[in-house]
């Protein structure tokens, strides 16, 4: 079945640097959603991409899909404390999400 | 508009009982969706409900359940509970159009004894 697998499962950084989550499909995704968790809470959608190479910007936050519609990047540039927890990936298929396992963030302030 | 609401917010029960969770969704919105989250597993989608029909399904055994009123509000139910159950469970309202983002609720913490 339809796997997505998201790297890498923890980062600790320090705050200021960048972040990075990279998340791959075994199959061509219609779209890919993003959603961040913050410890104790719950999923909150951040963003939909859908288009084939789509690139969007939230603030420091940058989201990239790829050409092939199989892999999908979040960035973050100079993380802040409020930056913490954990960002999964999201990728739809034929009126399925399927998560990825997500990428727990930590930072040392 | 009120967001998603999950009752009970904590529960323990024991093996082989049975347990149901309550879900009521985003006004208007007309899908629901069960996930359960362990720290070991991730986000494991058990279904979807739209207009009170299952329209998809995880790969979850047949303990687990659930069904869609009319109101859209939904209900979940496991019947003999192993440890194994021990999760958070997210339920999750969207509007029903295809690719729709998940609005979460706060969860049930189900710990099973």
């Given at each position: ?6 790297i ?5 950084v ?13 199959t ?6 993003w ?14 991409l ?13 989201f ?9 990047s ?32 930590t930072?040392?302030p | ?7 009970p ?5 024991t093996?082989?009982?049975q ?6 969704p985003?006004?208007?919105?007309r ?26 399904k995880?790969?979850?055994p ?6 869609q009123f ?23 309202s969207?509007?029903?159009e295809?690719?729709s ?8 913490r189900?710990t099973?004894?």
């Amino acid at each position: 079945g339809q796997q997505v697998m998201q790297i890498p499962q923890y980062q600790h950084v320090q705050e200021g640097e960048d972040f990075t989550t990279y998340c791959n499909s075994s199959t061509t995704l219609s779209n890919i959603q993003w959603y961040k968790q913050r410890p104790g809470g719950h999923p909150v959608f951040l963003i939909q991409l859908v288009k084939s190479g789509e690139v969007k910007k939230q603030k420091r936050l940058t989201f990239q899909f790829g050409e092939a519609k199989k892999n999908s990047s979040l960035h973050i540039t100079a993380t802040q404390t409020t930056d913490v927890g954990t960002y999964f990936c999201a990728g739809g298929r034929a009126q399925k999400l399927v998560f990825g396992q997500g990428t727990r963030l930590t930072i040392n302030p | 508009k009120a967001g998603v609401t999950q009752t009970p917010r904590y529960l323990i029960k024991t093996r082989g009982q049975q347990v149901t969770l309550s879900c009521s969704p985003i006004s208007g919105h007309r899908s629901v969706s069960w996930y359960q989250q362990t720290p070991g597993q991730g986000l494991q989608f058990l279904f979807e409900y739209f207009s009170e029909t299952q329209r998809n399904k995880g790969n979850f055994p047949g303990r687990f359940s659930g069904r869609q009123f009319s109101n859209s509000r939904s209900e979940m139910n496991v019947s003999t509970l192993e440890l194994g159950d021990s999760a958070l469970y997210l339920c999750a309202s969207r509007t029903g159009e295809i690719n729709s983002p998940l609005h979460f609720g706060n969860g049930t913490r189900l710990t099973v004894t």
